[in-house]
């Protein structure tokens, strides 16, 4: 089924008696044959990018003890 909205089918001036103003149309409609359609082909084989290892964290620093307070 096809559905017209109204501003792209008759709009405001409808149709007649058959067709009101601002009416949605509808359409049943039954495919019978098609022609013309090519066979889909495979597609073809793409050269991969190279891969880039992704950078992680930070590196770990040495812990440094703080100095003893004297007494």
Do not use: C, W
Not at 2 to 20: F, M, V
Not at 45 to 59: D, I
């Amino acid at each position: 089924t096809l559905y017209i909205p109204s501003p792209l089918g008759y709009g405001e001036r409808g149709a007649g008696a058959d067709i009101p103003a601002n009416a949605i149309l509808s359409f049943d409609v039954e495919l019978v044959n098609i022609t013309g359609i090519a066979t889909p082909q495979a597609a073809a084989p793409t050269a991969k990018a190279p891969v880039k290892k992704a950078v992680t964290g930070a590196k770990k620093a040495p812990v440094r003890k703080a100095p003893a307070k004297k007494k």
